[in-house]
């Protein structure tokens, strides 16, 4: 007999036959029956704790209440909430009115924001022309202005001699992000002075094309010589030299009417300081009542130096004695 | 005369099979069965998973709960398959995981394999052990005193044997039933309870000396 079996007999895990088997090994040999006993009886030394559970009065009774609970749970709210709510338009109006509330609250937030982050762009283009045009007039000595016998040249072409003299690398800064209407493209085709000053004789819409900026220049005004002449490299007073473009030749004469970069709401003007300023009218100083006009009501250089005149890119420098 | 599914007396349903009262609540609901089947292993399970547990309130609470997931799994009882392992095996998961949350880690988890050295105690040797000792190592103590010492001994067992001896010395599981509830081969079952014998043993040699120094 194995001890194996007699182990699992002891143990009570044999099953019928094997169980059998073994009973009748324990009738014909009283020395394994003996073994088995013992066997049994360290089983219980070792294993019985005397310890009987008994479950709590009502186990059974409380299962079966939780599970009944679970068959026929609590109403909750949600069961009186109609599984499928029909289409109604008074519901449509009303959220189709908080949307749309909410869009009117926002939009004019939103729109500030775009105009002042355009303002801050149209700023930050000036401040860059300011220092190129620094730079060009510590090398020569003089605002860009065409050579002698050029004075018919387009005033947008101040952009021209500043990209030749190496002072503007980017002419997308000639572009007022607030009104958005310069398509580059044709701006970036600018080879020279000299072949924008060609493409204005030749073919004066392609030339409108190229020059689509969005600034004017102020080319000068006439020294107490007589002369056109540019502004001086250190005026003695702060000039208007760059401005955001003045409005159509129709209206012009209007002094009501202020540049259309920022629909009418006003102007930007670098200094000859660098400083760039915004003015919601044409009237910069005391001896400068427009900015757009001399004080001769004239698109022309001013009268005199503290008389500025930011000219439309398509009109000429009108003076002669630059470089 | 037709004869009603889910009408038959209390008496009735006592002498049908566990297998096929779980077929019938399975496929008809019928409260009835249900209540049969928890009256009839309401001490049986209960005493196992207090044993097990070592505490009664959350051995009520596991007794509950195992007989909520009986109801609610209901549908993915297969048939043929003997229901008092799969009851068990519910109800050792249920115990387990109450364990854990109280914060009670069982040292063992159910289908962690034990180290050969652990789990193949030689039966021959262990039989002559517990046969040859005439008078045992706990025969000089009283039975009040060897039964505390029972309990705290299995106490000190591993849990995957502690759990394999209660199943087979208190719940009078067979072999195969164990190792369908615990998810283990039959021979690791018994070699689990060698093991726990082999090791009970070993600790009653242990008292005995220590009690002899003292």
């Not at chain 1, 189709?96 to 105009?115: D, H, K, N």
């Not at chain 1, 002072?167 to 009104?179: A, I, T």
């Not at chain 1, 204005?200 to 409108?208: C, I, L, T």
């Not at chain 1, 760059?242 to 200094?271: E, I, K, M, W």
């Amino acid at each position: 007999m194995k001890p194996d079996e007699l182990l699992d007999f002891a143990l009570g895990q044999l099953d019928d036959p094997r169980r059998r088997a073994v009973e009748e090994a324990c009738r014909a040999d009283p020395e394994v029956a003996a073994m088995v006993e013992r066997a049994r009886r360290a089983f219980h030394a070792l294993l019985d704790d005397g310890i009987s559970h008994a479950p709590p009065p009502g186990l059974a009774e409380k299962t079966l209440a939780l599970v009944a609970q679970g068959r026929n749970p609590a109403p909750s709210i949600l069961d009186y909430a109609p599984a499928r709510v029909p289409f109604r338009w008074a519901d449509f109006a009303v959220a189709a009115s908080i949307f749309i509330a909410g869009v009117v609250t926002l939009m004019p937030a939103v729109q500030r924001s775009r105009e002042r982050m355009n303002q801050a762009g149209c700023v930050f283009n000036l401040s860059q022309i300011g220092k190129s045009l620094g730079q060009y007039v510590s090398t020569h000595q003089s605002y860009p202005a065409p050579p002698n016998d050029r004075g018919d040249a387009k005033s947008g072409l101040f952009a021209a001699l500043l990209q030749d003299g190496g002072f503007l690398q980017d002419v997308s800064l000639l572009d007022c992000p607030y009104n958005g209407r310069c398509d580059m493209q044709h701006a970036r085709r600018m080879a020279s002075f000299e072949q924008a000053d060609e493409l204005s004789k030749r073919d004066p819409a392609q030339f409108q094309k190229m020059v689509c900026w969005d600034y004017g220049y102020n080319p000068g005004y006439r020294h107490a010589s007589g002369q056109l002449g540019p502004i001086s490299a250190r005026p003695a007073s702060l000039i208007p030299v760059v401005a955001d473009q003045p409005p159509a030749d129709r209206l012009l004469g209007d002094v009501d009417r202020n540049s259309p970069n920022h629909f009418g709401a006003g102007q930007n003007v670098l200094y000859s300081d660098g400083a760039v300023r915004w003015h919601r009218s044409r009237h910069v100083g005391p001896e400068d009542s427009d900015v757009y006009l001399n004080n001769d009501r004239r698109i022309e250089p001013g009268v005199h130096e503290r008389d500025s005149v930011i000219l439309p890119r398509d009109h000429p420098f009108g003076i002669s004695s630059g470089r | 005369m037709v004869k009603v599914i889910g009408s038959d007396s209390a008496e009735s349903l006592a002498q049908k099979a566990d297998e096929e009262l779980m077929r019938r609540y399975r496929e008809h609901g019928d409260e009835a069965v249900y209540n049969e089947l928890v009256h009839r292993y309401e001490r049986e399970l209960y005493r196992y998973l207090a044993r097990y547990m070592g505490d009664t309130s959350m051995a009520e609470d596991v007794f509950q709960n195992t007989f909520l997931q009986i109801h609610l799994k209901r549908g993915l009882y297969e048939d043929g398959r003997p229901f008092r392992p799969w009851l068990y095996a519910i109800a050792t998961h249920q115990a387990v995981d109450a364990l854990r949350k109280a914060g009670r880690h069982p040292t063992v988890s159910l289908d962690q394999r034990l180290s050969p050295a652990q789990g193949e105690a030689d039966a021959g040797s262990l039989l002559d052990m517990l046969v040859n000792d005439d008078s045992g190592p706990l025969a000089d103590l009283q039975d009040q005193e060897r039964r505390d010492w029972v309990r705290e001994s299995v106490e000190r067992l591993p849990d995957a044997l502690r759990q394999t001896l209660i199943l087979a010395y208190h719940q009078d599981l067979k072999y195969r039933e164990i190792a369908d509830i615990l998810k283990i081969p039959v021979g690791t079952v018994k070699s689990r309870l060698h093991a726990a014998l082999a090791k009970l043993q070993q600790m009653a040699k242990a008292a005995k000396r220590d009690g002899k120094e003292d």
